[in-house]
């Protein structure tokens, strides 16, 4: 009999229970409600979440044996790191297995907003050919703002330079020498907002982070500038940007995030200008392997008292 219990709460790849399964006993129950959660974790040493199931105060507290939780991708706002912290639980994650996945939707959604393209297919569908109506703008000699220069960020970076973008980029984290290693010129938030004519956001959600983009931000913003999130839910304030998008300071947002998942057909999400999609930033059969994989191998390690990639707490 395996030493270790596993619980995978949430979707998660195949290849990811495969994994855990060589050392451990592992029960994959990815419709468990927030009730039965609290029932039954106390049998178990470790948790492996997504973004669905909310690991809270009272979970851990409730997870007796729980010596790890998991969350297979980037962000972890939906874990209580004080109280895992304070209960002695290791939280780990998987930080580069959407990197790809999460650059790749963000180029897609700026090229889908700038080249109208949502707008075109609805109207081809609709039998209408609006091709005058639909003048675009291109990303060649555009300044990119990049917020968050972290793993996606760079990888963001990289690939609009391709387009021959100017890139700037914000990020606390690192010194002037190594944002321009990672391929953009650091400048203050203040001077994103002036000068990029697109701003892409890759912050995680933290209490810093919730509304960094109110309505003063986008007053800052030079007229026309066009938006992209496919970070979190939260770094934006929905209610000002769609205030902006109205007074016509900002030409257009594409919105992977919201603050309230699903948001339903809301105002912003209706709005001609916002180009919507249901958090796919990850969704790729290659990031979910990897993600996967990455997140047993870490779990598997924390149970073992092996050295982590990945720690948070």
């Not at 917020?147 to 963001?156: D, Q, R, T």
């Not at 993600?291 to 390690?301: F, K, N, S, T």
């Amino acid at each position: 009999m395996s030493p270790f219990k596993v619980l995978i709460s949430d979707k998660l790849d195949a290849r990811g229970a495969e994994i855990l399964q060589a050392a451990a006993e592992v029960d994959n129950q990815p419709g468990i409600t927030p009730d039965e959660l609290l029932q039954v974790i106390g049998a178990y040493d470790a948790l492996v979440v997504r973004g669905r199931t909310k690991v809270t105060a009272a979970v851990i507290e409730a997870g007796k044996n729980l010596k790890v939780v998991g969350r297979a991708g980037v962000g972890v706002d939906n874990i209580d790191l004080a109280a895992a912290q304070s209960g002695g639980v290791t939280v780990v994650n998987s930080p580069t297995a959407t990197t790809i996945a999460v650059a790749e939707q963000t180029l897609a959604m700026m090229l889908g907003l700038i080249r109208h393209l949502p707008r075109a297919d609805h109207a081809m569908k609709s039998g209408r050919w609006e091709k005058k109506a639909l003048v675009g703008t291109e990303l060649a000699g555009k300044i990119l703002g990049v917020i968050g220069l972290g793993n996606i960020g760079a990888a963001v970076a990289q690939r609009a330079a391709a387009f021959g973008m100017q890139i700037i980029a914000f990020d606390p984290f690192f010194s002037g020498d190594e944002i321009r290693q990672r391929g953009a010129e650091p400048v203050e938030l203040p001077e994103i907002y002036a000068r990029a004519d697109l701003i892409t956001l890759h912050v995680p959600l933290t209490p810093k982070t919730r509304n960094l983009v109110d309505g003063q931000a986008f007053a800052q913003m030079k007229r026309g500038v066009r938006l992209v999130c496919t970070a979190r839910g939260g770094v934006i304030d929905e209610t000002a940007l769609l205030s902006a998008l109205e007074a016509g300071q900002v030409a257009g947002a594409a919105l992977d995030v919201f603050a309230e998942e699903p948001p339903g057909l809301t105002a912003l999400v209706a709005h001609p200008q916002v180009i919507a999609a249901p958090h796919l930033g990850a969704q790729t059969a290659e990031a979910q392997i990897r993600a996967a994989a990455d997140i047993a191998g870490e779990v598997l390690a924390a149970l073992k008292d092996e050295s982590l990639r990945w720690k948070i707490v």
